[in-house]
Antibody, heavy 121, light 107 residues
């Protein structure tokens, strides 16, 4: 059974860097794509980006200039760094496995439980 | 970016009712449309891919249909445990985008 668990600080100051890690269990991270998705309080879902175990990435252009997603295959983890955060980055951050059968036929499954990150001084 | 618009934003229905949620894409996405269920306080759960392929374990009362720009999620006989917010998501092109969600309440 594939399980994902997010970890990281729940509070980040404006202009600082938001850092989260997703630990994957039940499957080798070296077999799939992995993604980050966020959900501001009371709002919808926003795809952040994905990474393949090889390190290749694809980012949402709206966040690309501030974003870095990396993978550590030895720990079966992947991570998110978002720089220069503002209150607009306050959200529940989810990690998820990104299943891509073809470039068009893809989905997010399963998801971690999510972690709330608040940006505030 | 492809915009996904769901309607209604919320709805209230009774146990046993047939419920239909609509998702519209801002351009043709063929059948590359997924549905997720998010129960209160929980992470989204993947339910349907390719507009109409239900995943293992999804109750048969849930079904999806549509292609092009217009899609529907139908619950044929609403159950109390279906209380949730439902999201559509297009996988046709990056950035992958979600609808704003439809909050389903039980009367």
């Amino acid at each position: 059974q594939v399980q994902l668990q997010e970890s990281g600080p729940g509070l980040v100051k404006p202009a600082e860097t938001l850092s989260l890690t997703c630990t994957v269990s039940g499957v080798s991270i070296s077999s799939y794509y992995w993604s980050w998705i966020r959900q501001p309080p009371g709002k919808g879902l926003e795809w952040i980006g994905y990474i393949y175990y090889s390190g290749s990435t694809k980012y949402n252009p709206s966040l690309k200039s501030r974003l870095n997603i990396s993978v550590d295959t030895s720990k079966n983890q992947f991570s998110l760094k978002l720089t220069s955060v503002t209150a607009a980055d306050t959200a529940v951050y989810y990690c998820a496995r990104f299943r891509m059968l073809t470039p068009y036929d893809s989905w997010f499954d399963p998801w971690g439980q999510g972690t709330l990150v608040s940006v505030s001084s | 970016d492809i915009q996904m618009t769901q309607s209604p934003s919320s709805l209230s229905a009774s146990v046993g009712d047939r419920v239909t949620i609509t998702c519209r894409a801002s351009q043709n996405i063929s059948n590359y449309l997924n549905w997720y269920q998010q129960k209160p306080g929980k992470a989204p759960k993947f339910m349907i891919s390719g507009a109409s392929t239900s995943q293992s374990g999804v109750p048969s009362r849930f079904s999806g249909s549509g292609s092009g720009t217009d899609f529907t999620l139908t619950i044929t006989s609403l159950q109390p445990e279906d209380l949730a917010t439902y999201f559509c998501q297009q996988s046709y092109s990056s950035p992958y985008t979600f609808g704003q969600g439809t909050k389903l309440e039980i009367k």
